[in-house]
């Protein structure tokens, strides 16, 4: 090549590079370090993007593709909207030239497959938000590399299973929220969750699936109950499994405990001191043990049980015909009653080694009257009595309701609800943003907010 080659390819290159710099798209806005094109109906993103920003909202869109060189101009990018689109599913390397990135929100699109190369070398990212996609499956190291990443939204899915193994300490070592809530999963690797990082397990959201009901689900359930975690606390009644899988079924971990009164639940609390609690549920007149594991692993412990309604209780103080303690600690109560309900607390003493172990246990003694299938039935005859009451006000009260408009068919709505609830037993739908994890718009303070005049 000569020289002048040379001139003209360098004049070329300026040219483009100048030009590309320079243009904003029609249709967007281009402001000091953030270009918006949101809402403005594109079917794809605009052709040549300035390479300045740090923030690129595209969301509420049509676009159905990311071209693979769509970014690789921008190397300042930041952070990436492209919420409320069509996309289902993302070219390779369409993130090679954008390292920097820090927030990706890819929710309500229609990706259906989380592949292992979609976020790859993005190892700043921070926050990737997916939720209300069409995801059935999130491939094995879909998340690997993102060494940054904080929060993690998978939720409103269709999400059978999720590759909980491949979150760890050393690669992930700040993911604080992992929501995978209203998603498919009839079931949790437990072995995975509890080998999750203390930080991961205390952020992640997995009401609202389709879980089976059994004892280590409830126990995990329990456990982080325990531990006032928000995911349990904010989402107290959306914590549901079903009996044997069916839907129909549906049963609440905090509300119909009765459910899981053959679990028993044993798990270490607090460190350094290892408590053991349980919950035990029982009828009214039922024999209960309860046993004192403690972490203590001497043969020689003694033993001593605080109890609600009887105080201190010890080996030789105690062995009547209402009341037993064995020589391994374990209290028996003959035939509960009301008054035994209440929190047990077991203290396990090893005195050569000046050591003490903790087992506390949560009695709740039901009347047999509680029968639990029969919630369904007390909501119908309730709704009768409703409906009865409502008729009644209907036809009974002289002034016809003058003043308030349509009544009768604002109640026969609510009766008719009122009844298919009590079969379906579903929740009545109070604030249906309480039952997401995620806020749709959290970065409104990032965002510049701007009106378009038109
Ligand atoms: C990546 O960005 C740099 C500027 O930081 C640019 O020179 C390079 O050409 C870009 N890479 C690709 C593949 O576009
Ligand atoms: C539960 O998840 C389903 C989808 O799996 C969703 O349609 C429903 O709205 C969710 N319910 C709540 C209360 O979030
Ligand atoms: C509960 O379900 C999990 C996951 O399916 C399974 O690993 C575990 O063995 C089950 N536990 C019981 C007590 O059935
Ligand atoms: C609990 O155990 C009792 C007797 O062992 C059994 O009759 C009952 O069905 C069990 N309950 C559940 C919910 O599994
Ligand atoms: C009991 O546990 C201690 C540590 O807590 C351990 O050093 C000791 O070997 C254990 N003894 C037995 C008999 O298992
Ligand atoms: C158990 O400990 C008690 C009190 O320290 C002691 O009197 C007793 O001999 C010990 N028993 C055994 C079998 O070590
Ligand atoms: C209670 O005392 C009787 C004798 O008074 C004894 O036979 C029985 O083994 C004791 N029970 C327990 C649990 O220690
Ligand atoms: C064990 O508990 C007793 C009171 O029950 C207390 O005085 C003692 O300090 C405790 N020992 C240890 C090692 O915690
Ligand atoms: C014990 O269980 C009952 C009913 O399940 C519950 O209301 C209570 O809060 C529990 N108490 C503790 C201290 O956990």
Redesign the pocket.
């Known amino acids: 090549m000569t020289s002048e080659h040379f001139q003209v390819l360098f004049l070329l290159l300026f040219c483009v590079l100048h030009s590309s710099e320079q243009t904003c798209p029609s249709k967007c806005l281009c402001m000091s370090d953030t270009v918006r094109c949101s809402s403005v109906g594109l079917h794809k993103p605009p052709q040549s993007l300035p390479s300045f920003p740090a923030n690129l909202d595209l969301s509420h869109n049509h676009i159905t593709w990311l071209e693979p060189n769509t970014l690789t101009m921008m190397p300042r990018l930041e952070k990436l909207w492209m919420a409320h689109n069509e996309i289902h599913t993302l070219s390779r390397n369409l993130f090679r030239n954008v390292s920097g990135l820090r927030l990706l929100d890819l929710s309500s699109n229609r990706l259906q497959i989380v592949e292992q190369h979609y976020f790859h070398g993005l190892w700043r990212l921070e926050e990737l938000r997916l939720f209300n996609n069409r995801i059935t499956q999130v491939e094995g190291s879909s998340l690997s590399g993102l060494r940054s990443l904080k929060k993690v939204y998978f939720s409103f899915n269709q999400i059978t299973y999720f590759p909980f193994f491949s979150i760890q300490d050393h690669t992930h070592p700040f993911l604080a929220m992992l929501d995978l809530s209203s998603n498919r999963m009839p079931s949790l690797p437990w072995e995975d969750v509890k080998a999750l990082p203390q930080l991961v397990q205390q952020g992640l959201y997995t009401h609202n699936n389709s879980l089976i009901c059994n004892c280590s689900m409830y126990a995990m359930f329990w456990h982080w109950s ?1 531990r006032e975690y928000n995911s349990i606390k904010d989402f107290t009644d959306e914590h549901t499994c079903n009996v044997e899988g069916d839907p129909h079924r549906p049963i609440r971990f905090f509300r119909d ?1 009765w459910f899981f009164r053959n679990c028993t639940v044993e798990k270490s609390v607090t460190e350094p001191e290892i408590i053991l609690l349980s ?1 035990v ?1 029982v009828f009214v007149g039922d024999r209960v043990r309860l046993d004192c594991q403690t972490s203590l692993n001497s043969t020689n412990l003694s033993f001593t049980w605080l109890s609600p309604s009887r105080g201190f209780i010890t080996q030789s103080s105690m062995n009547d015909t209402l009341i037993s303690m064995f020589p391994d600690g374990t209290l028996e109560i003959h035939a509960t009653t009301i008054s035994d309900s209440g ?1 047990y607390l077991c203290t396990a003493v090893d005195i050569k080694q000046a050591l003490n172990g903790t087992r506390e246990v ?1 009695v ?1 003694v039901l009347l047999p009257a509680s029968e639990p299938f029969n919630t369904g039935y007390t909501t119908l005859i309730g709704c009768m009595v409703t409906l009865v009451l409502i008729l009644a006000y209907l036809f009974l009260t002289p002034c016809r309701c003058s003043f308030c408009k349509q009544p009768p068919v604002h109640s026969n709505q609510g009766t008719l609800s009122c009844i298919l609830s009590s079969f379906t037993r579903e929740q009545p739908n109070i604030d249906t943003l309480k039952h997401v994890a995620f806020r749709e718009h959290p970065m409104g303070e990032e965002r510049i907010e701007w009106i378009p005049q038109s």
Do not use: P
């Open positions: 325990l405990k919950d549920v929190m949560n709740t």
